[in-house]
């Protein structure tokens, strides 16, 4: 069982930035792929950004690309979020997610294990 909690999230003006973290419990944090997911209200959850076990690689949407990054370090079981450029599109509950999958994968189901979300605010 792998617990994932998000923090970091808050109300930001267009243009500015914020780092959102994901602490997870347990040991076996490195045999996780992480990701980063967004649901907007009466929308649905859609992927943000995703990085690979050892962090060597990294995947982004497009609607994210060049603005934010996703980082991660292992020996404090932690995967991050920093958003730059922030815009009132990106307002949402970002939520942390891990999969066991070695390959990346965009498609909710195939991430088991998520926390509880954050809400991020981008005013105009």
């Known amino acids: 069982q792998v617990q994932l909690v998000e923090s970091g999230g808050g109300l930001v003006q267009a243009g500015g930035s914020l780092r959102l973290s994901c602490a997870a419990s347990?040991?076996?944090?490195?045999?996780?792929?992480m990701g980063w997911f967004r649901q907007a209200p009466g929308k649905e959850r859609e992927f943000v950004a995703r990085?690979?076990?050892?962090?060597?690689?990294?995947y982004y949407a497009d609607s994210v690309k060049g603005r934010f990054t996703i980082s991660r370090d292992n020996a404090k079981n932690t995967v991050y979020l920093q958003m730059n450029s922030l815009k009132p599109e990106d307002t949402a509950v970002y939520y942390c997610?891990?999969?066991?999958?070695?390959?990346?994968?965009?498609?909710?189901?195939?991430?088991?294990?998520w926390g509880q979300g954050t809400q991020v605010t981008v005013s105009s």
């Open positions: 997610a891990s999969t066991p999958r070695l390959l990346g994968t965009v498609v909710l189901s195939d991430w088991v294990y």
């Open positions: 347990g040991r076996t944090f490195s045999s996780y792929t």
């Open positions: 990085i690979s076990r050892s962090g060597a690689s990294t």
